[in-house]
């Protein structure tokens, strides 16, 4: 973290991830992403994250989706509300 700006170095998405904000939790290792490129795509929490980061409804996320099904896609990063709200000041998010 940067001392006088309190910026912090973030993930940002490679080629093929997005941004998106968690709006429904269907159970399991499974959440309903909006997708910054407007779509509504089924989230998949890999074994990784499923028992240690813990993934809400409002979370703002990093996910790839899948090149076979466009309507899925792997949740990838999960960022905390500072971190969040420094995209948003940033104009990465909206």
């Known amino acids: 973290?940067?001392?006088e700006s309190g910026r912090r170095?973030?993930?940002m998405p490679n080629d093929n991830e997005l941004f998106a904000v968690v709006t429904q939790h269907d159970g399991g290792n499974?959440?309903?992403?909006?997708c910054e490129d407007g779509k509504s795509r089924?989230?998949?929490?890999?074994?990784?994250?499923?028992?240690?980061?813990?993934?809400?409804e409002g979370d703002t996320v990093l996910v790839e989706p899948?090149?076979?099904q466009d309507e899925k896609a792997n949740i990838e990063w999960r960022?905390?509300?500072?971190?969040?709200?420094?995209?948003r000041r940033e104009g990465h998010i909206d």
Do not use: C, F, T
């Open 30 to 34: 499974h959440v309903r992403v909006q």
């Open 42 to 56: 089924m989230g998949r929490i890999p074994g990784r994250m499923k028992y240690r980061v813990w993934i809400e």
């Open 79 to 87: 960022y905390d509300s500072q971190d969040a709200e420094q995209l």
């Open 1 to 3: 973290m940067s001392e």
């Open 66 to 68: 899948w090149d076979w």
């Open 9 to 11: 170095n973030l993930r």
